[in-house]
């Protein structure tokens, strides 16, 4: 079976795996104070040239869209509204690889609750990492990280995320790049405290055609499923006598677009 192509071809560079590529993925959320509770589950996740984003054969492009509307919305591709981001923070990349760990846009719908971008110069050597998160309210921010060579980081809370959690408090997180394997965490750390962790563990499997309907046969709509389980756990929570946190007015939090 062909793999999924790419768009035009793209220098030899990291990571060292077939691209474009798919990850089967668990996803696990653990929260310890005030209250214990924890869940997983299953989706699978795209890793992407940017410059060379997957072009499917025609009867399959419902099944895997990549568009800027989901990720900076007034640029006209998710390259240029990167570059434009890593612009207005100082850093150049020079035409360097970027690649990007996301869902796809399946049948007109996506939730990517992190989208992970490594970017390099054009050297190939990591510049930084772009984590870009979205909830459930619409909203969105980017974190620019300067992971060290385990490519562990730090960014303060500046996103309103959980109604359980104020913005407050910093996140500790693990993003080496994805090779045969995917691990990435997520921690809060909030007065010398951890009580959220969240992490993401894949396996990589080369985009083929094959491979796609593989995924989206055990995991239909994966994506909607995602948001879906995060909002029937919250309900869950209520229950269980966590306080609420009000969501901060939407002007006041910085890096935010639409």
Same mark, same amino acid.
């Given at each position: 079976?062909?793999?999924?192509?790419?768009?035009?071809?793209?220098?030899?560079?990291?990571?060292?795996?077939?691209?474009?590529?798919?990850?089967?993925?668990?996803?696990?959320?653990?929260?310890?104070?005030?209250?214990?509770?924890?869940?997983?589950?299953?989706?699978?996740?795209?890793?992407? /040239?940017?410059?060379?984003?997957?072009?499917?054969? !025609?009867?399959?492009?419902?099944?895997?869209?990549?568009?800027?509307?989901?990720?900076?919305?007034?640029?006209?591709?998710?390259?240029?509204?990167?570059? @434009?981001?890593?612009?207005?923070?100082?850093?150049?990349?020079?035409?360097?690889?970027?690649?990007?760990?996301?869902?796809? !846009?399946?049948?007109?719908?996506?939730?990517?609750?992190?989208?992970?971008?490594?970017?390099? /110069?054009?050297?190939?050597?990591?510049?930084?990492?772009?984590?870009?998160?979205?909830? @459930?309210?619409?909203?969105?921010?980017?974190?620019?990280?300067?992971? /060290?060579?385990?490519?562990?980081?730090?960014?303060?809370?500046?996103?309103?995320?959980?109604?359980?959690?104020?913005?407050?408090?910093?996140?500790?997180?693990?993003?080496?790049?994805?090779?045969?394997?995917?691990?990435?965490?997520?921690?809060?750390? !909030?007065?010398?405290?951890?009580?959220?962790?969240?992490?993401?563990?894949?396996?990589?499997?080369?985009?083929?055609?094959?491979?796609?309907?593989?995924?989206?046969?055990?995991?239909?709509?994966?994506?909607?499923?995602?948001?879906?389980?995060?909002?029937?756990?919250?309900?869950?929570?209520?229950?269980?006598?966590?306080?609420?946190?009000?969501?901060?007015?939407?002007?006041?939090?910085?890096?935010?677009?639409?």
């Amino acid at each position: 079976m062909d793999r999924v192509a790419p768009a035009a071809p793209t220098p030899p560079a990291l990571p060292s795996v077939a691209l474009p590529a798919l990850y089967d993925c668990v996803v696990s959320h653990a929260r310890t104070a005030p209250v214990r509770h924890s869940f997983r589950h299953l989706t699978y996740m795209w890793l992407v /040239d940017l410059d060379a984003l997957p072009r499917l054969p !025609r009867p399959l492009r419902p099944l895997a869209r990549f568009d800027a509307r989901d990720h900076f919305a007034a640029a006209p591709t998710i390259r240029a509204g990167l570059d @434009a981001y890593l612009s207005s923070r100082g850093v150049h990349l020079d035409g360097g690889r970027v690649l990007m760990l996301a869902h796809a !846009r399946i049948l007109g719908y996506v939730s990517n609750p992190l989208t992970l971008y490594w970017c390099h /110069d054009r050297a190939g050597t990591l510049v930084c990492v772009v984590a870009e998160v979205h909830h @459930a309210y619409g909203q969105r921010h980017c974190h620019l990280l300067r992971t /060290d060579g385990a490519g562990r980081a730090g960014a303060p809370e500046e996103l309103y995320v959980s109604p359980f959690f104020p913005v407050d408090g910093r996140h500790l997180v693990r993003l080496p790049e994805p090779r045969e394997r995917l691990g990435i965490t997520v921690q809060l750390e !909030r007065a010398g405290q951890r009580p959220f962790t969240a992490t993401l563990h894949g396996h990589h499997r080369p985009a083929t055609t094959l491979a796609l309907l593989r995924a989206v046969a055990r995991r239909p709509w994966s994506t909607a499923v995602v948001r879906a389980r995060i909002r029937r756990h919250a309900v869950r929570l209520l229950p269980r006598g966590l306080p609420v946190q009000p969501r901060p007015d939407r002007a006041l939090q910085e890096g935010l677009s639409s």
